[in-house]
Protein backbone atom coordinates (compact mmCIF):
# COMPACT_ATOMS: atom_id res chain seq x y z
CA UNK A 1 0.00 0.00 0.00
CA UNK A 2 2.83 2.54 0.29
CA UNK A 3 3.89 1.92 -3.54
CA UNK A 4 0.02 1.87 -4.43
CA UNK A 5 -2.48 3.67 -1.64
CA UNK A 6 -5.95 2.94 -3.44
CA UNK A 7 -5.13 -0.93 -3.19
CA UNK A 8 -8.28 -1.91 -0.91
CA UNK A 9 -7.53 -5.55 -1.28
CA UNK A 10 -4.16 -4.64 0.85
CA UNK A 11 -5.88 -2.35 3.36
CA UNK A 12 -8.63 -4.90 3.66
CA UNK A 13 -5.37 -7.50 4.45
CA UNK A 14 -4.03 -4.90 6.93
CA UNK A 15 -7.35 -4.64 8.85
CA UNK A 16 -7.42 -9.11 9.37
CA UNK A 17 -3.61 -8.45 10.40
CA UNK A 18 -4.87 -5.99 12.64
CA UNK A 19 -7.50 -7.99 14.53
CA UNK A 20 -5.40 -11.24 14.45
CA UNK A 21 -2.61 -8.76 16.42
CA UNK A 22 -5.50 -7.24 18.38
CA UNK A 23 -4.34 -3.29 17.41
CA UNK A 24 -7.30 -1.53 17.49
CA UNK A 25 -5.72 1.75 17.13
CA UNK A 26 -3.94 -0.34 13.48
CA UNK A 27 -7.72 -1.40 12.96
CA UNK A 28 -8.80 2.21 13.46
CA UNK A 29 -6.22 3.93 11.10
CA UNK A 30 -6.46 0.96 8.30
CA UNK A 31 -10.52 0.92 8.21
CA UNK A 32 -10.35 4.76 7.61
CA UNK A 33 -7.77 4.07 4.56
CA UNK A 34 -11.08 1.73 3.42
CA UNK A 35 -13.47 4.34 4.30
CA UNK A 36 -11.74 6.83 2.09
CA UNK A 37 -11.30 4.57 -0.47
CA UNK A 38 -14.94 3.44 -0.47
CA UNK A 39 -17.17 5.96 1.01
CA UNK A 40 -20.37 3.91 -0.24
CA UNK A 41 -19.46 0.65 1.46
CA UNK A 42 -20.25 -0.51 4.68
CA UNK A 43 -16.93 -2.18 5.35
CA UNK A 44 -15.00 0.49 6.54
CA UNK A 45 -17.53 2.19 9.06
CA UNK A 46 -18.19 -1.15 10.67
CA UNK A 47 -14.12 -2.14 11.18
CA UNK A 48 -13.49 1.06 12.30
CA UNK A 49 -16.75 0.74 14.65
CA UNK A 50 -15.66 -2.92 16.01
CA UNK A 51 -12.03 -1.08 16.93
CA UNK A 52 -14.09 1.51 18.83
CA UNK A 53 -16.12 -1.27 20.76
CA UNK A 54 -13.12 -2.90 21.91
CA UNK A 55 -11.80 0.52 23.33
CA UNK A 56 -14.99 1.20 24.79
CA UNK A 57 -15.50 4.31 22.83
CA UNK A 58 -19.18 3.38 22.35
CA UNK A 59 -20.47 6.95 21.18
CA UNK A 60 -17.98 7.13 18.27
CA UNK A 61 -19.02 3.22 17.72
CA UNK A 62 -22.53 4.01 17.35
CA UNK A 63 -21.90 6.75 14.97
CA UNK A 64 -20.17 4.43 12.37
CA UNK A 65 -22.59 1.67 12.73
CA UNK A 66 -25.46 3.64 12.06
CA UNK A 67 -23.17 5.18 8.83
CA UNK A 68 -22.43 1.69 7.94
CA UNK A 69 -26.24 0.86 7.91
CA UNK A 70 -27.63 3.65 6.52
CA UNK A 71 -25.11 3.20 3.67
CA UNK A 72 -26.53 -0.64 3.04
CA UNK A 73 -29.26 -1.47 5.10
CA UNK A 74 -29.53 -4.95 3.31
CA UNK A 75 -25.63 -5.98 4.36
CA UNK A 76 -25.32 -7.84 7.86
CA UNK A 77 -21.97 -5.79 8.16
CA UNK A 78 -23.30 -2.79 10.14
CA UNK A 79 -25.88 -5.17 12.03
CA UNK A 80 -22.96 -7.18 13.39
CA UNK A 81 -21.23 -4.42 14.65
CA UNK A 82 -24.49 -2.91 15.79
CA UNK A 83 -25.01 -6.26 17.93
CA UNK A 84 -21.58 -6.20 19.16
CA UNK A 85 -21.59 -2.48 20.39
CA UNK A 86 -24.90 -3.36 22.31
CA UNK A 87 -23.20 -6.80 23.79
CA UNK A 88 -20.53 -4.38 24.94
CA UNK A 89 -22.67 -2.14 26.66
CA UNK A 90 -24.51 -5.22 28.28
CA UNK A 91 -27.78 -4.91 26.74
CA UNK A 92 -28.26 -8.57 25.41
CA UNK A 93 -31.80 -8.00 24.26
CA UNK A 94 -31.08 -5.38 21.88
CA UNK A 95 -27.99 -7.57 20.92
CA UNK A 96 -29.96 -10.44 20.05
CA UNK A 97 -31.98 -8.29 17.95
CA UNK A 98 -29.29 -6.87 16.02
CA UNK A 99 -27.31 -10.36 15.32
CA UNK A 100 -30.70 -12.07 14.60
CA UNK A 101 -31.30 -9.24 11.40
CA UNK A 102 -27.25 -10.04 10.48
CA UNK A 103 -28.48 -13.42 10.42
CA UNK A 104 -31.60 -13.20 8.28
CA UNK A 105 -29.61 -10.95 5.90
CA UNK A 106 -26.98 -13.59 5.53
CA UNK A 107 -27.53 -16.57 6.84
CA UNK A 108 -23.92 -17.81 6.06
CA UNK A 109 -22.67 -14.95 8.32
CA UNK A 110 -20.24 -17.19 11.08
CA UNK A 111 -20.01 -13.40 13.22
CA UNK A 112 -23.98 -12.98 13.56
CA UNK A 113 -24.61 -16.63 14.68
CA UNK A 114 -21.66 -16.28 17.47
CA UNK A 115 -23.08 -13.02 18.50
CA UNK A 116 -26.89 -14.05 18.74
CA UNK A 117 -25.62 -17.34 20.56
CA UNK A 118 -23.52 -15.29 23.25
CA UNK A 119 -26.13 -12.72 23.48
CA UNK A 120 -28.43 -15.73 24.68
CA UNK A 121 -25.53 -17.36 26.65
CA UNK A 122 -25.57 -13.79 28.67
CA UNK A 123 -28.89 -14.01 30.05
CA UNK A 124 -28.39 -17.32 31.11
CA UNK A 125 -30.92 -19.14 27.54
CA UNK A 126 -28.15 -22.31 27.30
CA UNK A 127 -30.90 -24.06 25.02
CA UNK A 128 -32.13 -21.43 23.51
CA UNK A 129 -28.39 -20.59 22.06
CA UNK A 130 -28.31 -24.74 21.19
CA UNK A 131 -31.61 -24.51 19.47
CA UNK A 132 -30.77 -21.43 17.34
CA UNK A 133 -27.22 -22.84 16.71
CA UNK A 134 -28.99 -26.15 15.46
CA UNK A 135 -31.52 -23.89 13.19
CA UNK A 136 -29.24 -22.15 11.72
CA UNK A 137 -27.55 -25.79 10.61
CA UNK A 138 -30.63 -26.59 9.24
CA UNK A 139 -30.96 -24.37 7.09
CA UNK A 140 -26.93 -24.20 5.94
CA UNK A 141 -25.89 -27.54 6.47
CA UNK A 142 -22.30 -27.30 4.73
CA UNK A 143 -21.33 -24.42 7.24
CA UNK A 144 -18.21 -26.07 9.18
CA UNK A 145 -17.88 -22.46 11.50
CA UNK A 146 -21.32 -23.48 12.21
CA UNK A 147 -20.95 -26.59 13.42
CA UNK A 148 -18.02 -25.01 15.80
CA UNK A 149 -20.09 -22.64 17.36
CA UNK A 150 -22.38 -25.46 18.12
CA UNK A 151 -19.36 -27.99 19.33
CA UNK A 152 -18.39 -25.22 21.77
CA UNK A 153 -21.18 -24.09 23.29
CA UNK A 154 -22.03 -27.53 24.16
CA UNK A 155 -18.59 -28.43 25.66
CA UNK A 156 -17.89 -25.15 27.66
CA UNK A 157 -21.37 -24.26 28.29
CA UNK A 158 -23.21 -27.25 28.62
CA UNK A 159 -20.45 -29.83 29.14
CA UNK A 160 -22.40 -32.65 26.73
CA UNK A 161 -18.81 -33.97 25.87
CA UNK A 162 -20.03 -36.85 23.20
CA UNK A 163 -22.58 -34.24 21.80
CA UNK A 164 -19.59 -31.37 21.36
CA UNK A 165 -17.17 -34.11 20.09
CA UNK A 166 -19.87 -35.21 17.03
CA UNK A 167 -20.29 -31.54 16.14
CA UNK A 168 -16.92 -30.31 16.19
CA UNK A 169 -15.99 -33.48 14.26
CA UNK A 170 -18.59 -32.62 11.86
CA UNK A 171 -17.05 -28.99 11.63
CA UNK A 172 -13.26 -30.49 10.91
CA UNK A 173 -14.47 -32.68 8.17
CA UNK A 174 -16.57 -29.60 6.50
CA UNK A 175 -14.08 -26.98 6.12
CA UNK A 176 -10.01 -28.11 6.40
CA UNK A 177 -8.77 -24.58 6.73
CA UNK A 178 -10.16 -24.29 10.11
CA UNK A 179 -7.87 -25.83 12.62
CA UNK A 180 -10.23 -24.50 15.39
CA UNK A 181 -12.59 -26.79 15.12
CA UNK A 182 -9.63 -29.73 15.47
CA UNK A 183 -8.09 -27.54 18.91
CA UNK A 184 -11.63 -28.37 20.39
CA UNK A 185 -11.88 -31.60 19.16
CA UNK A 186 -9.00 -32.70 21.36
CA UNK A 187 -9.88 -30.54 24.18
CA UNK A 188 -13.03 -32.94 24.29
CA UNK A 189 -11.34 -35.90 23.58
CA UNK A 190 -8.95 -34.61 26.54
CA UNK A 191 -11.97 -34.11 29.14
CA UNK A 192 -13.44 -37.37 28.34
CA UNK A 193 -10.45 -39.49 29.46
CA UNK A 194 -9.83 -40.18 25.60
CA UNK A 195 -6.27 -38.68 25.39
CA UNK A 196 -4.59 -40.83 22.93
CA UNK A 197 -7.61 -40.33 20.59
CA UNK A 198 -7.10 -36.30 21.57
CA UNK A 199 -2.93 -37.20 20.95
CA UNK A 200 -3.96 -38.90 17.35
CA UNK A 201 -6.07 -35.44 16.51
CA UNK A 202 -3.87 -33.11 17.22
CA UNK A 203 -0.68 -35.59 15.49
CA UNK A 204 -3.51 -35.80 12.73
CA UNK A 205 -3.78 -31.83 12.52
CA UNK A 206 -0.41 -31.47 12.76
CA UNK A 207 0.23 -32.88 9.32
CA UNK A 208 -2.00 -30.78 8.00
CA UNK A 209 -0.75 -27.59 10.03
CA UNK A 210 2.78 -27.97 10.80
CA UNK A 211 2.95 -24.54 11.96
CA UNK A 212 0.32 -24.41 14.06
CA UNK A 213 1.76 -23.60 17.63
CA UNK A 214 -0.84 -24.40 19.48
CA UNK A 215 -1.55 -28.50 18.65
CA UNK A 216 2.34 -28.64 20.01
CA UNK A 217 0.89 -26.37 23.23
CA UNK A 218 -1.99 -29.24 23.86
CA UNK A 219 -0.02 -32.27 22.51
CA UNK A 220 2.57 -31.51 25.50
CA UNK A 221 0.04 -30.67 28.29
CA UNK A 222 -1.61 -33.96 27.27
CA UNK A 223 1.92 -35.89 27.92
CA UNK A 224 2.32 -34.17 31.09
CA UNK A 225 -1.13 -35.37 31.67
CA UNK A 226 0.39 -38.68 31.48
CA UNK A 227 3.59 -38.08 33.22
CA UNK A 228 5.09 -38.66 29.75
CA UNK A 229 8.22 -36.08 29.79
CA UNK A 230 10.18 -36.70 26.89
CA UNK A 231 6.80 -36.46 24.77
CA UNK A 232 5.96 -33.29 26.71
CA UNK A 233 9.39 -31.93 26.47
CA UNK A 234 9.73 -32.92 22.29
CA UNK A 235 5.93 -31.56 22.04
CA UNK A 236 7.57 -28.22 23.29
CA UNK A 237 10.53 -27.97 21.91
CA UNK A 238 8.81 -27.99 18.66
CA UNK A 239 6.69 -25.22 19.53
CA UNK A 240 9.61 -22.72 20.21
CA UNK A 241 11.28 -23.90 17.03
CA UNK A 242 8.03 -22.23 15.28
CA UNK A 243 8.40 -19.52 18.01
CA UNK A 244 11.23 -19.01 20.01
CA UNK A 245 10.44 -16.08 22.38
CA UNK A 246 6.72 -18.08 23.12
CA UNK A 247 6.42 -17.63 26.55
CA UNK A 248 4.06 -20.27 27.51
CA UNK A 249 5.95 -22.60 25.86
CA UNK A 250 9.12 -21.89 27.40
CA UNK A 251 7.33 -22.23 30.54
CA UNK A 252 5.80 -25.20 30.00
CA UNK A 253 9.51 -26.75 29.04
CA UNK A 254 11.23 -25.30 32.07
CA UNK A 255 8.58 -27.39 34.30
CA UNK A 256 9.04 -30.44 31.94
CA UNK A 257 12.70 -30.41 32.30
CA UNK A 258 11.98 -29.67 36.28
CA UNK A 259 9.74 -32.93 36.68
CA UNK A 260 12.39 -34.80 34.95
CA UNK A 261 15.51 -33.70 36.43
CA UNK A 262 17.12 -32.37 33.48
CA UNK A 263 19.53 -29.09 33.23
CA UNK A 264 18.76 -27.28 35.75
CA UNK A 265 20.16 -24.08 34.36
CA UNK A 266 18.71 -24.08 30.92
CA UNK A 267 15.76 -24.80 32.69
CA UNK A 268 16.02 -21.46 34.79
CA UNK A 269 16.57 -19.08 31.96
CA UNK A 270 13.21 -21.10 30.31
CA UNK A 271 11.44 -20.06 33.29
CA UNK A 272 12.70 -16.78 33.30
CA UNK A 273 12.29 -16.22 29.81
CA UNK A 274 8.60 -17.12 30.84
CA UNK A 275 8.29 -15.04 33.71
CA UNK A 276 9.29 -11.45 31.37
CA UNK A 277 6.58 -12.97 29.02
CA UNK A 278 3.75 -13.66 31.55
CA UNK A 279 4.41 -11.64 34.66
CA UNK A 280 0.72 -12.50 35.64
CA UNK A 281 1.25 -15.96 35.57
CA UNK A 282 1.20 -17.70 39.11
CA UNK A 283 1.82 -20.67 37.18
CA UNK A 284 5.56 -19.48 35.77
CA UNK A 285 6.31 -17.68 38.57
CA UNK A 286 5.62 -21.24 40.75
CA UNK A 287 7.89 -22.67 37.97
CA UNK A 288 10.74 -20.54 38.56
CA UNK A 289 10.71 -20.35 42.48
CA UNK A 290 10.64 -24.03 42.38
CA UNK A 291 13.86 -24.07 39.83
CA UNK A 292 15.45 -21.86 42.77
CA UNK A 293 14.85 -24.29 45.00
CA UNK A 294 16.46 -27.16 43.73
CA UNK A 295 19.35 -25.14 42.52
CA UNK A 296 19.31 -23.99 47.00
CA UNK A 297 18.60 -20.27 45.95
CA UNK A 298 16.00 -20.06 49.00
CA UNK A 299 15.50 -16.52 49.54
CA UNK A 300 14.82 -16.47 45.70
CA UNK A 301 12.72 -19.14 45.54
CA UNK A 302 10.36 -17.54 48.59
CA UNK A 303 10.04 -13.99 46.78
CA UNK A 304 8.97 -15.98 43.39
CA UNK A 305 6.45 -18.37 45.15
CA UNK A 306 5.21 -15.77 47.57
CA UNK A 307 4.64 -13.91 44.34
CA UNK A 308 2.82 -16.75 42.76
CA UNK A 309 0.48 -17.07 45.80
CA UNK A 310 -0.31 -12.99 45.51
CA UNK A 311 -0.95 -13.34 41.38
CA UNK A 312 -3.80 -16.59 42.25
CA UNK A 313 -5.22 -14.30 44.82
CA UNK A 314 -5.68 -11.47 42.43
CA UNK A 315 -6.81 -14.08 39.91
CA UNK A 316 -9.54 -15.21 42.20
CA UNK A 317 -8.14 -18.70 40.97
CA UNK A 318 -8.76 -21.32 44.20
CA UNK A 319 -6.21 -22.10 46.33
CA UNK A 320 -3.30 -24.28 44.78
CA UNK A 321 -2.02 -26.83 47.03
CA UNK A 322 1.55 -27.33 45.12
CA UNK A 323 2.28 -23.59 45.52
CA UNK A 324 1.61 -23.72 49.20
CA UNK A 325 3.94 -27.07 49.85
CA UNK A 326 6.22 -25.60 47.19
CA UNK A 327 6.71 -22.66 49.55
CA UNK A 328 6.74 -24.40 52.62
CA UNK A 329 9.74 -26.29 51.60
CA UNK A 330 11.65 -22.92 50.62
CA UNK A 331 10.60 -21.51 54.67
CA UNK A 332 12.25 -24.50 55.79
CA UNK A 333 15.45 -24.78 53.91
CA UNK A 334 15.57 -20.87 54.75
CA UNK A 335 15.16 -21.80 58.47
CA UNK A 336 11.57 -20.40 59.08
CA UNK A 337 10.01 -23.07 60.59
CA UNK A 338 7.19 -21.40 61.72
CA UNK A 339 6.36 -20.18 58.40
CA UNK A 340 7.01 -23.58 56.90
CA UNK A 341 4.72 -25.53 59.19
CA UNK A 342 1.72 -22.99 58.55
CA UNK A 343 2.08 -23.22 54.59
CA UNK A 344 2.42 -26.97 54.91
CA UNK A 345 -0.40 -27.36 57.03
CA UNK A 346 -2.74 -25.32 55.04
CA UNK A 347 -1.48 -28.43 51.95
CA UNK A 348 -3.34 -30.52 54.06
CA UNK A 349 -6.08 -28.78 54.67
CA UNK A 350 -6.76 -27.74 51.30
CA UNK A 351 -6.51 -31.03 49.70
CA UNK A 352 -6.01 -33.63 52.47
CA UNK A 353 -5.79 -36.69 50.22
CA UNK A 354 -3.53 -35.39 47.36
CA UNK A 355 -0.35 -36.83 47.25
CA UNK A 356 1.32 -32.85 47.77
CA UNK A 357 -0.76 -33.42 51.48
CA UNK A 358 0.84 -36.82 52.19
CA UNK A 359 4.48 -35.11 51.33
CA UNK A 360 3.34 -31.99 53.71
CA UNK A 361 2.62 -34.60 56.27
CA UNK A 362 5.71 -36.16 56.57
CA UNK A 363 7.42 -32.71 56.23
CA UNK A 364 5.70 -31.53 59.22
CA UNK A 365 6.48 -34.67 61.41
CA UNK A 366 10.44 -33.63 60.11
CA UNK A 367 10.24 -29.67 61.34
CA UNK A 368 8.23 -31.02 64.95
CA UNK A 369 10.86 -33.39 64.94
Not at 169 to 178: F, G, H
Not at 183 to 208: E, F, N, P, S, W
Given at each position: ?????????????????????????????????????????????????????????????????????????????GYVQMGNLKFAEHQ???????YQTALDLNQNSTDA?????????????????????????????????????????????????????????????????????????????????????????????????????????????????????????????????????????????????????????????????????????????????????????????????????????????????????????????????????????????????????????????????
Amino acid sequence: VRLRPEMLEGWQSLTSSAMRKGDMQGLDQDATRIINLRPASPEGYALRALSNINRQRFAEAETDVRKAIDIAPQSSFGYVQMGNLKFAEHQYGDAAKAYQTALDLNQNSTDALRGLMNSCIAQKQLERALAIAEAQISKVPNNGAFYDLLGSALFYSKHDLPAAESALKKSAELDRKNPDALIKLGQVQAAAGKTDQAIATYRMALQVYPREINFYLLLGEIYESKQDWPNAGDSYQKALVLAPENSVASGKLANVMLQSGQNLDVALSLAQTARRGLPASPAIADTLGWIYYQKGAYLSAIDSLQEALKLEQKMKSPDNPKTHFHLGMAYAKNGQSALARQQLQLVVKISPNSADAADARKQLAQIKS
